[in-house]
């Protein structure tokens, strides 16, 4: 019905075309806006984030351990949705509120620093114990080991499952528009609200969104060439 | 140069080291022989204090460790800068060619500058055949050109007492010689060294003193002809018979 309607009517088709030529700057704008900086951010400090919990579970010390267990559990076990909402709309009960833009930040931050925390964790424990040991004899401290060592061959490990969880993030991002930032989607249902094309701007969107996905997957490429760099080539 | 008193080391239950003394002197080449599984590498990790010895005290140089009592971080890293280890399976750092695996400790641990550092493992790699490998990752080179990288990267530490820990025992058979080659030249330019090896001809031909391990205790030691041409211990007669044996099948 909605095709014939598009071919049988000329002007119909013409107003279709009208409609996303003009949607298709402020969806832009909701990208670069927001869409695109808060996944920026967000991944930047959740990966801080995911760090010092992949450490924390695997250091020697219980209450690190045990606090880094419950931190990821939390996030892990409840929706995202529900997160973004206590932070947003739950808080300001007990007198903390919240601008749109840092309640996301940091639900989708603690989001990623959970996530990315096991991958993180499971990329360490991956290097060889022969590693740590040759670090050790030739003097260095924990510190050091962790950052000359083992972190640059973790993070080889690691690329391809963080880059599954920054995908997923911009992708997550959309789920903003709920706690009210005007990123890509949330302008998509404003146009939409205004002129009643919802299959026309919720498929100009997440043509959107695919396409900055597919963008970063070159990245991810790139990233896993560059890192390839000093392991033989099966 | 080293002084090893009564050392004691368990795995919960299991005792492995049951009480070891050991001197040995500066420019000693001391080389410890016996079946697997008798503690020798055990040993060797004690002195580097990558096994943390239950009981006993280690002197390197004069610094001593006890173990009676725990041992602050501090007082580990600073004992461990008095050795240097080469393992078996080498344990290059795979993300760095082989220039930077050896300049790592001296421009990271011990803050020299780059450039000076740079030299310094220029001439070491020299040293040990790879002047034209120094730009190569370790995947890049064959296994016996892995292990002077990491004697290379152990000797940049300038440290008094080299402790090899079974060095030729991964290489293929052809690549034995060079790496025993490059360990032979440092124990004749008078460096102090602990070999857990299983190449006889080496502990023959440079080991100043041999010690063959088994159960946990040293049950002989002496100069390599002592213990090759005339053990006492029965224990000794039956571990060089089996290695006799294999050789000649």
Redesign the interface.
């Known amino acids: 019905m909605y095709l014939n309607s598009i071919f049988t009517n000329p002007e119909r088709l013409e107003r279709l075309l009208d409609i996303a030529q003009s949607s298709f700057l402020p969806l832009l704008e909701g990208a670069i806006q927001y869409t695109i900086p808060l996944t920026l951010i967000s991944f930047t400090i959740g990966l801080m984030l995911a760090t010092l919990t992949a450490l924390a579970r695997i250091s020697t010390i219980k209450p690190l351990q045990i606090v880094a267990r419950i931190y990821v559990s939390i996030i892990r076990g409840t929706p995202l949705l529900v997160q973004l909402s206590i932070l947003f709309y739950g808080l300001p009960t007990i007198g903390i509120t919240l601008e749109p833009f840092t309640a996301a930040i940091m639900g989708f931050s603690l989001n990623v620093g959970a996530y990315a925390s096991e991958v993180i964790r499971a990329a360490i424990l991956s290097i060889?114990k022969?590693?740590w040991?040759?670090a050790?004899?030739?003097?260095?401290?924990?510190s050091?080991a962790l950052k000359?060592?083992i972190l640059?061959?973790a993070s080889?490990v690691s690329i391809p499952p963080l880059s599954n969880t920054f995908i997923s993030l911009v992708k997550d991002t959309s789920l903003a528009s709920f706690i009210l930032v005007t990123e890509m989607f949330r302008r998509a249902q404003e146009i939409a609200a205004f002129n009643y094309e919802f299959l026309l701007l919720y498929s100009q969107a997440g043509l959107m969104y695919w396409i900055i996905c597919f963008l970063l997957s070159l990245v991810q490429g790139r990233l896993e060439n560059r890192f390839d760099?000093?392991?033989?080539k099966a | 140069m080293i002084a090893i008193n009564n050392l004691h080391k368990s795995f919960g239950d299991l005792e492995v080291l049951k009480g070891i003394d050991l001197n040995v002197e500066k420019g000693q080449a001391v080389v410890v022989i016996g079946p697997s599984g008798s503690g020798k590498t055990t040993f060797l990790r004690c002195l580097n204090i990558l096994e943390t010895p239950t009981a006993g005290t280690v002197a390197i140089d004069g610094q001593v460790a006890d173990f009676s009592k725990p041992l602050s971080k501090k007082k580990i890293m600073d004992f461990r800068k008095q050795s240097a280890m080469v393992f078996q399976h080498y344990n290059l750092f795979p993300h760095m060619t082989a220039l930077e695996n050896v300049m790592e400790g001296p421009v990271t641990v011990q803050k020299i500058d780059r450039a000076k550092a740079r030299a310094k493992a220029e001439d070491l790699l020299t040293k040990v055949g790879l002047k034209e490998k120094m730009n190569d990752y370790p995947f890049q080179l064959s296994g016996g050109q892995q292990q002077r990288v990491g004697i290379a990267r152990a000797l940049a530490l300038e440290p008094k007492v080299m402790l090899f820990d079974e060095p030729t025992s991964a290489l293929d058979p052809e690549l034995v010689g060079e790496v025993l080659q490059v360990m032979k030249e440092l124990a004749l330019e008078g460096m102090t060294m602990v070999v857990v090896t299983h190449e006889m001809r080496f502990a023959k031909g440079v080991a100043d003193e041999v010690l063959f391990m088994d159960g946990g205790h040293i049950i002989e030691r002496g100069t390599p002809q002592q213990i090759f041409d005339n053990p006492q211990e029965e224990r000794t007669k039956q571990f060089l018979n089996l290695i006799q044996k294999a050789d000649t099948i």
């Open positions: 060889p022969g590693q040991e040759a050790n004899t030739i003097g260095m401290s924990y050091q000359r060592i640059p061959q080889r760099r000093y392991v033989a």
